[in-house]
């Protein structure tokens, strides 16, 4: 009797964990490692960087075998390179149950502790469904770890993409305002050359040369004036062109944002 079962966890340690064994001939690491810390980027976390999420593929296998109901041996092959050393270890190494024995206690470590082992008898099928039952609870709670992890990041990520919304519907507003401005103050300069061109000789060219006179200061400073208003109409082209350029950044981060979010949809649906 057997089973093996693939599936993924997710830690988040000091830095990505690697498996040092290889497949031949390529020498890639045997199970494969996936840094998704830019999860939290994309999500804009704003928390400590030091830990590194990874998520990590794994296989668990278990054996029963024997000759009858009374000789038979089990076995559980797991794996946990993935795991950081701590000072309380895991159900799953042995410094645990080495530490169990110090302690005046022999647990079982195939079924992760739950049993002692000095004081059941198990015959081989039955003994079989207890390390499943517990193994496949301990492999649904990975899968379900790892999704809470997914299901928060995703959730962060897509009020940043709410927030994209908010940022573009404002900046079409700043657009339409800004044409709104360019359009009265080129009416308001368009009205100041047609001064200039046409109503000024009505001063210039007066009888009275006195009043004429007096007349030349004030219509110097109106054409600077006017010809200031102009140079402001291309500061506004200006700030024009540099709204058009944040709102095509704003759609790229956007598009980048949402080619990150519905990626790790689709990864996490299969």
């Known amino acids: 009797m057997q089973f093996s079962l693939p599936f993924r966890v997710w830690r988040s340690n000091n830095g990505l964990m690697s498996d040092n064994r290889q497949k031949k001939p390529s020498e890639e690491p045997l199970r494969a490692s996936r840094n998704v810390t830019f999860l939290r980027c994309l999500a804009r976390y704003r928390g400590p960087l030091s830990d590194t999420d990874g998520i990590y593929a794994t296989t668990m ?4 075998t ?20 701590l000072d309380d270890p895991s159900p799953d190494m042995i410094t645990r149950y080495e530490n169990d024995f ?4 022999i647990s079982d470590p195939l079924c992760r502790g739950k049993d002692d082992a000095t004081r059941t008898e198990w015959s081989p099928r039955p003994y079989f469904i207890r390390v499943l ?10 899968w379900t770890f790892l999704f ?15 927030e994209f919304d ?13 044409e709104e401005l360019a359009q009265d103050l080129k009416e308001t ?8 061109n046409t109503d000024v000789r009505y001063f210039i060219n007066y009888d009275e040369s006195e009043d004429a006179s007096l007349c030349i200061p004030h219509l110097t400073q109106i054409r ?8 402001l109409g291309m500061r506004l082209r200006d700030m024009q062109q540099k709204c058009r350029d944040l709102m095509d950044e704003a759609v790229s981060a956007r598009k980048i944002t949402q080619n990150a979010y519905y990626t790790r949809l689709t990864d996490k649906s299969e």
């Not at 110090?102 to 206690?105: K, S």
């Not at 809470?148 to 709410?162: N, T, W, Y």
């Not at 600077?224 to 140079?231: A, D, S, V």
């Open 224 to 231: 600077n004036t006017f010809n200031i208003l102009e140079q």
């Open 133 to 142: 039952e517990i193994r496949i609870v301990q492999i649904y709670r990975e």
């Open 61 to 64: 296998s278990c054996m029963v």
């Open 166 to 178: 908010e940022f573009e519907k404002g900046f079409s507003e700043l657009k339409d305002i800004l």
């Open 148 to 162: 809470a992890r997914l299901d928060e990041r995703l959730k962060a990520i897509r009020q940043v993409l709410r």
């Open 102 to 105: 110090q302690d005046g206690m």
């Open 66 to 85: 024997g000759y009858d109901q009374w000789r038979w041996t089990g076995l559980v092959l797991l794996e946990t390179w993935f795991d950081e050393i």
């Open 189 to 196: 300069v368009r009205s100041g050359e047609s001064f200039m």
